[in-house]
């Protein structure tokens, strides 16, 4: 038997290349540079630089795309405008992500544990803090999450998807077990986050399984032609369609796949919340379309019931749950949860707009989250002595932020605003252009729903607003809350105020690119 | 013998998978029904690559297994983290995370 060796396209691989290779030299550097501090630096930049010139190289490979895109590694990867937007997203969000990894505290402090396998309140975890060790692996793990997700989302076969699912998750199991502290929460989040993950992940494969053998294959573009034309396996097909949107849905953090959402989102370190909040849902976003796209178009009406479902559910349950919330982290979960259901009200009836309106949708989501929980990061608990303590994320700590730190407290606003869907904010033309898509397809019923759940969002953002700019600092609490103040995470915040300032008063650039974007190189839509 | 028995029982290993995830409540445990429902889906692929009569479906179940064991050495990985700090595993007594 003879094998041909497979022609392999390498350069519209490159970013992707670029991306693991940087993860693979981090795990070099981790392993010859010795002192932390160095290495923490030399890490830092590496990601910053790779994560950058990857960015700098899709955007080269948009502009010169032969065509509607390449078809690369036979069939298993599709590189179209569509794939190389996502890509250049999710690379916007790593690079600011890890320079809030880095972000630490006016007294040196990292968001990180020194040293992840002792148990905390151990003598040798204090042992591990004064000898100055430092988790620096963070680094290329989260490299190594970011380049799973870019192939998450240009993958065109089924079990190459669930491949590129375990390679950005794994990394990100293990980032959100390192919190320097609330070590218990931490841990408990991180298994959390693994169980429920893994068992999405498996439903997801068992769906691929169903689908190859009901089409054999699992090629994307394959599978929807036999989707089309294979009679009486239809039990098989669907079932299996069914568990494989369970799977994606389950990353995206919707209802009833959503519980891990809420634990891990608050027992992360909050740099990697702010990650795995944004670049996940990109991810998972940019999946569930390419496979409803080009695998499941056949599918639509039968497939439609379980998103409207779906939608409806996580918007009502999200709202309804963080209006009750007292603990920030959790509200700001429970907001994601709902923000998934404002995603698949633009995904109901898989109208060709939605490829352009997502992406901008999703970018302006991942940069205002990225900068409320950078804002996070800088508002601090402090001990009777004086000393500096974790973040403080009750709400009744943050009353009165206005006061203490009005840049900040605005920067926050602006976030909520936002999130809310304000005129004048990203937020609100990112939902503007998503409920339209909805429209187009006559899913005005779920967009109806939409509407009044985000007027009722609105409340809870507003009230965070109140607390910070109308509600005076307890009294006797004064010395309870300080603003730290950190260049990187300030920088991350003022970067992500300039962008969603931006994407909400002139969107038409973004949203004309973006609209370039909108085709997909394979499959029945667009 | 009907390689379609094969299948079915895949399904049902699966099935047996998923309910040791939802019902039990030591974290190994419901570490292994994660893993059941995963070599489920590895003996699916096979019986349908011989279904179909040709070796994709083989192919497959190789990169499953891989991921599979990655999957192990994280997971491992936490529950130990887990078990250290709390001398227990069970699912039921970390509760510091609600609402």
Do not use: C
Not at chain 1, 224 to 249: F, N
Not at chain 1, 312 to 337: F, N, P, W
């Amino acid at each position: 038997m003879s094998f041909v060796t497979p022609e392999i396209a390498w350069a519209p691989l490159a970013p992707v290349i670029i991306v693991l290779g940087a993860a693979a030299i981090g795990i070099l550097i981790e392993s010859f540079v010795r002192t932390p501090a160095t290495r923490r630096i030399v890490l830092l930049t590496l990601s910053v630089v790779s994560l950058v010139a990857a960015a700098a190289v899709a955007a080269v490979q948009w502009a010169t795309l032969d065509g509607a895109g390449t078809i690369v590694l036979d069939g298993m990867m599709t590189v179209d405008r569509q794939a190389l937007a996502w890509q250049i997203v999710i690379l916007v969000f790593g690079a600011l992500g890890a320079l809030l990894f880095a972000a630490r505290t006016r007294a040196g402090e990292e968001a990180f544990t020194p040293l992840g396998s002792v148990a905390p309140g151990t003598a040798e975890e204090t042992l591990a803090r004064r000898k100055g060790f430092q988790v620096t692996e963070v680094f290329p793990l989260a490299l190594f999450a970011v380049g799973g997700m870019m192939l998450f989302t240009s993958v065109t076969d089924l079990i190459f998807l669930f491949v590129a699912l375990e390679v950005f998750s794994l990394p990100l199991y293990i980032l959100v077990a390192l919190a320097r502290r609330r070590r218990f929460l931490s841990h408990e989040g991180a298994l959390k986050y693994f169980l429920l993950g893994a068992f999405s992940s498996a439903l997801f494969l068992f769906g691929a399984a169903l689908l190859y053998g009901a089409t054999g294959d699992t090629n994307f573009v394959r599978v929807s032609e036999g989707i089309a034309t294979v009679t009486g396996l239809d039990p098989l097909i669907l079932s299996g369609a069914v568990l494989v949107m369970s799977g994606l849905l389950f990353k995206l953090g919707a209802v009833p796949f959503h519980s891990w959402t809420p634990d891990a989102y608050q027992g992360a370190p909050t740099p990697v919340t702010a990650f795995m909040a944004a670049a996940t849902k990109a991810a998972a976003t940019a999946a569930l379309l390419r496979v409803s796209y080009e695998a499941l178009h056949g599918l639509a009406w039968e497939l439609s019931w379980l998103i409207w479902t779906v939608a409806i559910l996580s918007m009502l349950l999200g709202t309804v749950v963080a209006l009750v919330q007292t603990e920030l982290k959790r509200m700001l979960a429970y907001s994601s949860i709902a923000h998934a259901g404002f995603i698949l009200v633009a995904l109901a009836g898989f109208p060709a707009d939605a490829l352009s309106a997502l992406p901008f949708y999703l970018l302006s989501y991942g940069l205002a989250t990225l900068g409320a929980f950078a804002v996070i990061t800088q508002v601090r608990e402090r001990g009777e002595d004086g000393t500096v303590l974790g973040e403080a994320t009750r709400l009744g700590q943050w009353a009165g932020l206005g006061h203490r730190s009005p840049w900040l407290a605005g920067a926050m606003a602006l976030f909520l605003l936002s999130f809310a869907g304000i005129p004048l904010t990203a937020g609100f033309v990112g939902k503007f252009v998503a409920f339209s898509a909805a429209m187009s397809e006559g899913a005005w019923p779920l967009v109806l729903v939409a509407v009044i759940a985000s007027a009722a969002a609105a409340f809870f953002y507003v009230r965070l607003i109140v607390l910070m700019f109308l509600t005076d600092v307890p009294e006797g609490q004064e010395d309870a809350v300080e603003v730290d103040h950190s260049p990187l995470a300030r920088a991350v915040v003022a970067i992500t105020v300039i962008g969603v300032v931006l994407l909400g008063i002139v969107p038409g650039p973004v949203l004309s690119l973006f609209e370039n974007a909108g085709v997909l190189l394979l499959g029945a839509a667009g | 013998m009907d390689p379609i028995n094969f299948v079915i029982l895949a399904a049902i290993l699966f099935a047996i998978g998923a309910a040791a995830v939802l019902l039990r409540r030591n974290a190994i445990v419901a570490f292994m029904g994660v893993e059941l429902m995963l070599n489920a889906s590895n003996l699916a692929l096979v019986a349908f690559s011989r279904i179909h009569g040709e070796i994709d479906g083989q192919v497959m179940a190789f990169f499953v297994m891989v991921v599979a064991a990655a999957e192990v050495v994280v997971g491992l990985a936490i529950i130990i983290a887990v078990f250290r700090a709390r001398q227990t595993i069970s699912l039921d007594e970390p509760a510091e995370l609600k609402g």
